[in-house]
């Protein structure tokens, strides 16, 4: 895998999503509605990312016919002792991020200096890639060049930009340029592999477009970022031993496949950032609603509190909160904390 230095632009991209923004519902005949509509469905990213990372805790790392022998129906409900305990990493980077962005600071290195003091306070859940970047921070000169260095030393690409990138759609969600630029830049904070950042920018685009009231075409986002330079992700998958099947689809001009089964193959490398992405890619199209297709999520096994993370922030935003389960949003943590962030994002989106 090669790095090809931060993503900044993505002429292309830009163009069709912000065609597909400009010629989406005719917002300004019911402004209040559309204002109603859209703050449930940014405060749905944040809680469904929530919900995603909190019901996938428990079967973390198993394989999927562990986790069927022991929750035959399927893991449906969150530990209510979550409520009292520190934020798991994927929550808690996404909450960083947000503040980072609210905080009226340079973000980028706001976010930077918020995760050196999070790994310090909490650090719950954190992954290798990103404590050796962390680590760096703390004795670097340029907190930003530390995940260059770790990348140059481990040319890996793991999932850990794109389980926290969803509020980046959120107050980027009318600005395409900035959307993809912030994206990549807010990834490549931990997370500097080229794949990692496309991840985070096509993770956001769909998010966006819901956000907007607009059904993602998964092949034309994709079709538009490889135009844009976006490397062969079914290759890079492949060649990683991850499973392709969704990336495969939408290359061929299709969504990714509708039913569960394909989630259910061997994962290789589970915190890999194209199966995360891949999980996300297919909670835009599937026909499942939000509970079930987030039990499915979770019911694949492997990274399931990351993966089902990613496929809760896009459910949340194709779905709104009124389709998370009262049952599950009672157990996030500082719960008026993400929903105070989602409603502050959406304020700043507008100027």
């Not at 980077?93 to 909490?122: H, K, M, P, T």
């Not at 794109?162 to 959120?170: E, F, G, H």
């Not at 389709?323 to 157990?331: L, M, S, V």
């Amino acid at each position: 895998m090669n790095d090809t230095g931060i993503v900044a632009q993505s002429p292309n991209l830009v163009a069709l999503l912000a065609d597909a923004i400009a010629n989406g519902p005719n917002w300004d005949a019911r402004e209040r509605a559309r204002d109603t509509v859209l703050a449930e469905r940014a405060r749905g990213v944040l809680l469904g990312l929530a919900c995603g990372n909190l019901l996938g805790l428990p079967v973390e790392g198993r394989w999927h016919y562990d986790i069927a022998y022991r929750y035959p129906q399927g893991v449906l409900f969150i530990d209510p002792h979550e409520r009292d305990r520190d934020l798991d990493d994927d929550l808690a980077q996404a909450v960083e991020l947000a503040e980072a962005f609210l905080s009226g600071d340079d973000y980028v290195r706001g976010f930077a200096g918020r995760l050196i003091e999070w790994a310090w306070v909490n650090g719950r859940g954190m992954g290798g890639t990103t404590r050796r970047v962390i680590n760096r921070m703390r004795d670097s000169a340029d907190a930003l060049d530390a995940a260059r260095l770790v990348y140059e030393q481990s040319p890996i690409a793991p999932n850990g930009g794109v389980m926290r990138c969803a509020p980046v759609a959120i107050v980027r969600r009318s600005d395409p340029a900035l959307l993809i630029s912030d994206s990549a830049a807010t990834c490549a904070v931990t997370h500097y592999a080229n794949t990692c950042q496309w991840s985070c920018i096509l993770i956001n685009a769909v998010i966006a477009l819901f956000l907007n009231g607009v059904e993602p075409d998964l092949p034309a986002i994709y079709a538009s970022a490889r135009a844009d330079g976006c490397p062969d992700l079914q290759e890079i998958a492949r060649a990683d031993g991850i499973l392709a099947y969704a990336l495969d689809a939408v290359a061929a001009g299709e969504n990714p496949p509708a039913g569960t089964a394909w989630l259910l193959d061997d994962h290789g490398l589970i915190g890999h950032t194209l199966l995360a992405m891949q999980f996300g890619l297919w909670a835009a199209t599937t026909p499942l609603g939000f509970e079930d297709a987030l039990v499915a999520s979770v019911s694949a096994g492997g990274d399931t509190d990351t993966n089902a993370a990613v496929a809760g922030a896009v459910l949340g935003a194709r779905y709104d909160t009124s389709a998370i389960p009262r049952r599950w949003i009672d157990c996030i943590p500082q719960r008026q904390r993400i929903v105070s962030l989602a409603n502050g994002l959406l304020t700043m989106g507008r100027r």
